[in-house]
């Protein structure tokens, strides 16, 4: 089977003329699979290898990250809307970063949507003054990856992903769920822009907002991870009777990379049953 590559210079309609990468693979419904911060399309290699057996499978790298490194977003808002313009009409099937991205493209693009996979994403934080802490909290992160006063040397690529791996949601991965190959292929100085522009704390919270989404919602977050079940079950029942949620077992924040072969069959239950 033939992939089908898109490259950012490609003709596209995204924001300001930019077109986001992505790779193709497969024939019917399409569905459109959106990665988390550090990652790239190629994280869902193993993932769309078997999703694409059934379905159109388009993997898309979000600003700054891959082989978008040179396509920007300046907030979540431009981020989903550079997404839209090559996912079109999709279940579009969004992780952590992604997850919020393909949120607000739900919210903001709700004709595009015909159904919703969130994997341990937020509505956004809620409290004015945590919201803003993550802001700084983002910022100094991408200070130390990329330096704005343009002399003191930043991390390395290798020096944060092990770091970043290390942190409590993913210190419990294998070498082969963690996937350093496919984070490889990004940059400090884009992973420090995305941590400025589309961070958890620039996300203008949208939980008065989840009422609104109509389509087929499935919230899904590993059985280990207490805070995402709970943010899953929270906006299931703001959503309503449209939401489902389920819960990997044995998995932790990084659940569809956990467990694939699981994630894929609950993937796949929900895309049939929309």
């Avoid at 089977?1 to 995204?14: C, E, L, Q, S, V």
């Avoid at 919201?131 to 992160?141: E, I, K, T, Y």
């Avoid at 350093?180 to 822009?193: D, I, K």
């Avoid at 959503?239 to 819960?247: L, Y």
């Amino acid at each position: 089977m033939t992939d089908r590559i898109n490259g950012p210079d490609a003709d596209g309609g995204g924001v300001d003329g930019a077109t986001l990468a992505s790779v193709a693979q497969g024939s019917g419904r399409r569905v459109v699979l959106v990665h988390g911060f550090t990652q790239s399309k190629s994280s869902w290699s193993s993932i769309a290898k078997q999703l694409c057996k059934s379905y159109e499978v388009v993997a898309i790298d979000l600003p700054d990250h891959g082989d978008s490194a040179k396509v920007h977003a300046t907030s979540l808002e431009d981020a989903a809307e550079l997404v839209a313009a090559v996912g079109g009409p999709a279940t579009y099937v969004g992780y952590s970063l992604g997850g919020r991205v393909c949120l607000t493209l739900a919210l903001s693009h709700p004709e595009l949507v015909t159904s919703l996979v969130l994997i341990g994403a937020t509505p956004g934080i809620a409290d004015k003054a945590d919201r803003a802490a993550r802001v700084v909290a983002d910022n100094a992160l991408a200070d130390r990856l990329d330096p704005r006063d343009g002399t003191t040397p930043g991390l390395s690529l290798d020096a944060f992903l092990a770091e970043w791996l290390a942190g409590p949601l993913f210190a419990h991965l294998t070498a082969e769920q963690a996937d350093v190959a496919a984070r490889s292929s990004n940059t400090p100085a884009g992973l420090a822009r995305s941590l400025r522009t589309t961070g958890t704390g620039t996300q203008v919270p949208s939980y008065g907002h989840l009422v609104e989404l109509a389509m087929p919602v499935l919230l899904v977050a590993g059985g280990n991870d207490q805070r995402f079940s709970a943010i899953a079950r929270e906006m299931a029942t703001s959503i309503g009777t449209n939401a489902a949620t389920a819960f990997v077992e044995g998995a932790g924040h990084a659940a569809p990379f956990e467990a694939p072969d699981a994630f894929v069959k609950l993937v796949e239950a929900f895309v049939e049953r929309d």
